[in-house]
């Protein structure tokens, strides 16, 4: 497909576990983006790519969180020690350009749910 | 004060009646907005990007901006039961950077 791809989709981990969220983005995509949905809320952001480079990852909400892009197409966000409060659904986004007048499309997303 | 703000709904229309959805944001240096669909229990989907002020229309779809006023908005004309989903107004704050600030989203039901 064309799209933006996710895996796995639903992750069930228990409290302190690592888990590795993988984002395969549109092909030819420079820029991809991580977010985190609560429930009932927007996508919140958490870490921004283009090409290889991490060029913002200031929403990442602890030093748990660790993402990476190493050959600037597919990602993984890893999240140690998880703790219930991860529990979200996390979102992978790609655009084609850099620059303010992109358009980001998401993937399906990775449900996570940390018992 | 929120960056980006949405009635978080539920707005209820009839099916055929014009849907009106409304955002309104914190930084005047803003420069790309965005809305999304999403389906319960589904991701967003980029449904209209406008970028000056003024209306841009596509299909039964307006999104209208007012930089003057920080307010964007989303009317959905002949408003059918598929259209019920929650919808995101996104926001580039600007700065030459491509981080996007999302609402809380707006629940449209469309009553057939």
């Known amino acids: 497909g064309a799209g933006v791809s996710q895996s796995p989709r639903y992750k069930v981990a228990k409290r302190g576990q690592d888990v590795a969220l993988r984002c395969d983005p549109i092909s030819g995509h420079v820029s991809l983006f991580w977010y985190q949905q609560a429930l009932g809320q927007g996508p919140e952001f958490l870490t921004y790519f283009q090409n290889e480079a991490q060029l913002d990852k200031s929403g990442l909400p602890s030093d748990r969180f660790f993402a990476e892009r190493p050959e600037g197409s597919v990602s993984t966000l890893k999240i140690q020690r998880t703790q219930q409060e991860d529990s979200a659904v996390y979102l992978c986004?790609?655009?084609?350009?850099?620059?303010?007048?992109?358009?980001?499309?998401f993937g399906p997303g990775t449900r996570l749910t940390v018992l | 004060q929120k960056e980006v703000e949405q009635n978080s709904g539920p707005l209820s229309v009839p099916e055929g009646a014009i849907a009106s959805l409304n955002c309104t944001y914190s930084?005047?240096?803003?420069?790309?907005f965005f809305w999304y669909r999403q389906y319960s229990g589904k991701s967003p989907e980029l449904i209209m990007s406008i970028y000056s002020n003024g209306d841009k229309e596509d299909g039964r779809f307006t999104a209208q901006l007012n930089k003057a006023s920080q307010y964007v908005s989303l009317l959905i004309r002949d408003s059918q039961p598929s259209d019920s989903a929650t919808y995101l107004c996104a926001v580039n704050m600007g700065g030459g950077y491509q981080k996007v600030t999302f609402g809380t989203g707006t629940k449209l039901q469309v009553i057939p």
């Open positions: 930084d005047r240096g803003s420069q790309s």
């Open positions: 986004a790609s655009s084609a350009i850099a620059g303010r007048n992109n358009e980001q499309f």
